[in-house]
Nanobody, 129 residues
Framework: QVQLVESGGGSAQAGGSLSLSCSAS????????????VGWFRQAPGKEREYVGA???????NIADSVLGRAILSQDKDKHTIRLQINSLRPDDTGMYYC???????????????????WGQGTQVTVSS
């Protein structure tokens, strides 16, 4: 059974940093492990879910423009924990952050939430000015 668990959310001041983790014993059952992408999404109250970034098992990654230059995606050697660090936090980084897993699309991790199959419960990030 695929189960994703996010951790590391909380409150932070603008300009600070937060590191989130997504852990799972396995990230997919219906596609090849080599195609595995773990994506991060966030949703602020009253807004649509927004793509933040994703990393494929082999390390290929992409980052949304909204956090480009401020976000770092990494994964542990065992590939079971994916980390998202956001620096220079801004109040508009506030939201519920979700990790999700699914297969790559044409060799790249997709940015559309509908392409991800498994989702965690989310972890709240609140950035105050």
């Amino acid at each position: 059974q695929v189960q994703l668990v996010e951790s590391g959310g909380g409150s932070a001041q603008a300009g600070g940093s937060l590191s989130l983790s997504c852990s799972a014993s396995q990230y997919g059952e219906t596609y090849a492990d080599s195609r595995r992408c773990v994506g991060w999404f966030r949703q602020a109250p009253g807004k649509e879910r927004e793509y933040v970034g994703a990393v494929r098992r082999d390390g290929i990654r992409n980052i949304a423009d909204s956090v480009l230059g401020r976000a770092i995606l990494s994964q542990d050697k065992d590939k079971h924990t994916i980390r998202l660090q956001i620096n220079s936090l801004r109040p508009d980084d506030t939201g519920m952050y979700y990790c999700a897993s699914g297969p790559d699309v044409y060799g790249d991790c997709p940015r559309q939430s509908r392409t991800y199959i498994y989702w965690g419960q989310g972890t709240q990030v609140t950035v105050s000015s």
